[in-house]
């Protein structure tokens, strides 16, 4: 009997060490983590009660399986461009059964759509993963992996990380703007409401440091008022709304000061802001410059500018996405999302501060050298 569990510790032990020796050495791949909303779940809410959902048709139309897979997109997002420039497979959602054993070190996607800063945010859709349990969330990851390759190994993997986060904007249109006279916009007027916003993303950004991320890419709200959805309901006459252009313009500002402030503290540029605004005014402004028709319709929706409610069976979908700037009323068509990657990639400190993403990841891999 003894003889019995020895060898079965011995066996134990061998396959302990085999994961971690495949899974967490050097030449590893980079793991890539992913936070926030809509604009970067890639599934989560499929699993929730929860009416922010994309899982089904014609959502996903030109992903490679033409399946719906919970993305607010008709094919790839922004971390499936990201994870192709990794090299790596995409980030599963956290809450999918198939994240397990190997492909835990590939990371995780903790978003989830309708959340913002603020946990009031998105009340509207119930049963959603709101910022701090997303980060509840990556600890428990943590515990999970710890238990394949042991507590060392997940600290490296986790301290070489990539991280995405990106949230802010359904903190304006799916909570301060929501209705004509919010609770939020009844205590703060606009410019305190941005403070107020930029202070509580600064104490979660903290908790992902203290947590061992230690490369944040931290995405800007797009120009808020320019999507299909605030032509609809605010604009008038084509124009943006001039209330949600105002907030964006007020945060993505004090956002990247605020990027400044946490790294002169940690003394390091751990956090790195991505000007997605600007990026998107490029789309709005001059569209046929990009190879899109119209940065105004959506591809796929209802009403004006196809921008009431989501995308559903019922919809009018176009027949060329690639053609357009929005797929539904509020997220990119996968076209755009490739777009803004490349500008995270490669862009300059016009889109990227202090650095673009192309620098980040060659200078990471000289310290590995």
Request: charged share 15%; with cysteine; net charge negative.
């Amino acid at each position: 009997m003894a003889s019995f569990m020895f060898f079965t510790s011995y066996m134990v032990l061998c396959l302990i060490t085999a994961l971690a020796s495949c899974f967490g050495g050097a030449d590893a791949a980079r793991a890539f983590f992913v936070f926030g909303d809509s604009l970067v779940d890639n599934g989560n809410n499929n699993y929730l009660s929860t009416t922010a959902r994309a899982d089904s048709l014609p959502y996903g139309i030109d992903y490679p399986t033409h399946r719906p897979t919970g993305r607010f997109s008709n094919g790839f997002n922004i971390p499936d461009f990201i994870s192709q420039e990794l090299g790596s497979d995409p980030t599963l959602p956290y809450l999918s059964p198939e994240l397990q054993g190997e492909r835990l070190l590939v990371g995780a996607n903790f978003a989830s759509a309708g959340i913002g800063i603020l946990n009031d945010t998105g009340v509207q859709f119930v049963n959603i993963i709101r910022m701090s349990r997303q980060l509840e969330n990556f600890q428990e990851y943590q515990e999970r992996v710890s238990a394949i390759i042991g507590e060392e190994e997940t600290q490296r993997l986790v301290n070489g990380a990539l991280v995405l986060i990106t949230c802010g904007g359904n903190d304006f249109v799916n909570n301060y703007y929501l209705v004509p006279v919010s609770a939020r916009s009844q205590q703060f007027a606009l410019p305190d409401y941005v403070k107020y916003l930029i202070s509580e993303y600064k104490k979660i950004l903290q908790s992902l440091y203290v947590l061992g991320a230690r490369r944040v890419l931290v995405t800007g709200t797009g120009p808020l008022g320019c999507v299909p959805a605030e032509l609809a309901l605010r604009g008038r006459n084509g124009e943006c709304s001039p209330e949600l252009q105002q907030a964006a313009s007020l945060f993505n500002p004090q956002l990247v000061d605020m990027l400044g402030e946490l790294n002169t503290e940690v003394g390091s540029d751990v956090f790195i802001g991505a000007n997605t605004q600007q990026m998107h005014d490029n789309f709005i402004s001059d569209p046929q410059a990009f190879g899109f028709v119209t940065s105004k319709v959506a591809c796929c929706g209802q009403g004006p500018y196809n921008g009431i409610g989501l995308c559903t069976l019922a919809s009018s979908v176009c027949p060329n996405r690639d053609e357009y700037a929005f797929w539904d009323p509020f997220h990119p068509s996968e076209k755009a999302n490739k777009l803004i990657v490349k500008q995270i990639m490669s862009g300059t400190t016009e889109y990227m501060h202090p650095m673009n993403l192309s620098t980040i990841l060659a200078m990471d891999s000289k310290k590995l050298d």
